[in-house]
């Protein structure tokens, strides 16, 4: 069951609560979606001496209100028997299965003001986004998401005239609601009952169909009007569901009411919008932060800084830098080379051959050539019956170098796996993005990143910060459920000999050649 503002109305609650279970049987739970407290709450004291009992475990969020602040409780204890504070973001799941997102509150940034405890941040949407995709490698979805605010575009509806007011709207609850695609969307109404015909929510990669949104606003506790306040439903968790069913459309649905760029805007509130083409970045690491204090810049990271030398530069194949007897393979705008202190004779590295600093820098021909070598690559280590894993890490590096390193495929599975347990240890937020997910369009190009993508077409995401482990990557193939080396996980402990380096080459290059389009380009020539 779910309900609006109970504004202090406790005893027409809890009684309309008790009837409807009388009638229709126990629930698992009620979820208040707006205020619980009201200006007059002298109700609650039946509850709280237990003269009173409240019937359901109910579970309420928020504050939204400066003055309710003190009448709130430590987040998961109860403000009275049965009654849980459930603090202003998170997600949960019923003892039905039912998963529940929420961000209540107000925006702090939208508002143009911060209410101590009452407003929330830009970072809490992404939380909320991140803690919903966790340890799902195929997203379809959330069952119900709970907010204060309304996504900003959900009153343009067509068939229903509905007025919202502006400073109920926020464009960040657009965001994340077009992220996490709730199948049940519920906010408090200050006044009239609203249900929105469902929209069909959109998918990052064409031919990929999602589910839809209930979009439902609840009026005010017992209010005189008689405007539907209470909701009673029997949800199937999208985890139990076919996929079939989810994705099942109705004659009323419609399209998506919000702004479809923000599906591509992978951080919400950050976007800075160019003019014309109508391209977009947004700012990982943005002069404001969340506080809306400026940020100290570090000194090291900033490009300016750093005198780039290319004859120094170990990477530019026409660098005198450059190890010659590591190359394996030149093609027109990249080229592939041993690495150095391999994980495995058959690690290799793609690198453009003139100096660019990360793919989402290259130029759009050297990004095709980059595929280009990964889908060759694949096919080679498949002919040794081996699985790949790419990853490169933007971060305190200079020249691209994008990592290949071959892997059995009997730990296909486990690599995600062991991939967050890793973060976990370091603490880097690891994002698992969906599939096909361009990281070139993702990022703003400059920001720092470590992106590897993972045999079964997940890829996974983060964002170094200071301290990040320059090894993260090596360290998490090298493990003994992957490639069992662990002593190779710096690479400067694993130096082989410059011998060793020639025939690794050459053995890569006799077994590639079947493989390697750059061969073919040379022969059509000759
Ligand atoms: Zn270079």
Not at 1 to 20: P, Q, T
Not at 49 to 65: A, E, H, L, N, Q
Not at 241 to 252: A, K, N, P, W
């Amino acid at each position: 069951m779910i309900c609006g503002d109970v504004n202090g109305n406790f005893k027409a609650l809890f009684s309309r609560v008790e009837s409807i279970i009388k009638k229709s049987g126990q629930f698992d739970v009620l979820l208040c979606v707006g205020n619980f407290f009201g200006d007059d709450n002298s109700e609650l004291d039946a509850y709280k001496m237990g003269t009173r009992k409240v019937p359901v475990t109910t579970y309420i969020f928020g504050p939204s209100k400066p003055e309710h602040v003190p009448l709130y409780c430590e987040k998961g204890s109860e403000i009275v028997p049965n009654v849980i504070y459930m603090g202003k973001r998170g997600i949960f799941t019923t003892s039905a299965d039912v998963k529940i997102a929420y961000l209540t509150g107000l925006s702090r940034r939208e508002l143009g003001k911060e209410l101590p405890m009452c407003t929330f941040e830009p970072s809490d949407c992404s939380a909320v986004r991140d803690a919903c995709f966790r340890g799902q490698s195929e997203y379809r979805g959330v069952d119900m998401l709970i907010t204060t605010l309304w996504p900003a575009g959900i009153q343009q509806d067509e068939t229903q005239k509905i007025d919202v007011d502006q400073e109920r709207l926020s464009n960040l609850l657009s965001w994340l609601a077009i992220h996490i695609k709730p199948r049940y969307h519920f906010v408090p109404s200050p006044d009239k009952h609203y249900e929105r015909q469902p929209y069909r929510n959109l998918s990052t990669h064409q031919d990929y169909r999602e589910c839809a949104t209930r979009f439902i606003a609840l009026a005010p506790v017992g209010n005189k009007v008689k405007e539907k306040w209470i909701y009673a439903c029997s949800l199937q968790p999208i985890s139990k569901m076919r996929v079939t069913d989810l994705l099942q459309g109705t004659t009323d649905e419609t399209v998506c009411p919000y702004d479809p760029d923000l599906l591509m805007q992978h951080q919400p509130g950050k976007v800075v919008k160019f003019s014309g083409n109508g391209q977009y970045f947004f700012s990982t690491d943005g002069p404001e932060d969340d506080n809306g204090k400026r940020k100290r810049r570090d000194r090291d990271d900033n490009p300016e800084r750093k005198k780039f030398d290319p004859e120094t530069c170990w990477f530019c194949l026409s660098s005198p830098s450059v190890e010659k007897h590591l190359v394996i393979s030149v093609g027109s705008h990249c080229y592939l080379a041993l690495a150095k202190g391999p994980l495995t004779p058959y690690h290799v590295l793609i690198l453009p051959i003139a100096h660019h600093q990360s793919l989402v820098k290259v130029p759009d021909e050297i990004s095709e050539e980059i595929k280009k070598f990964k889908a060759v690559l694949k096919q080679f280590y498949a002919s040794m019956g081996m699985l790949v894993v790419f990853f490169e890490r933007n971060y305190r590096t200079s020249h691209m170098q994008i990592q290949s390193v071959p892997v059995p495929k009997i730990c296909e599975s486990q690599i995600l796996e062991i991939f967050q347990d890793e973060a976990g240890i370091n603490k880097i937020p690891l994002e698992v993005l969906p599939p096909y997910t361009d990281i070139r369009q993702m990022m703003l190009p400059g920001a720092p990143y470590f992106h590897a993508e993972l045999p079964n077409g997940d890829q996974i995401f983060a964002k170094p910060k200071q301290n990040f482990p320059i090894h993260f990557g090596r360290d998490v193939l090298s493990t003994p459920q992957i490639l069992n080396c662990e002593d190779k996980a710096d690479w400067r402990q694993c130096l082989i000999s410059k011998e060793e380096e020639i025939e690794y080459v050459k053995d890569f290059r006799d077994k590639f050649r079947p493989f390697d389009f750059t061969a073919d380009a040379d022969s059509d020539s000759d």
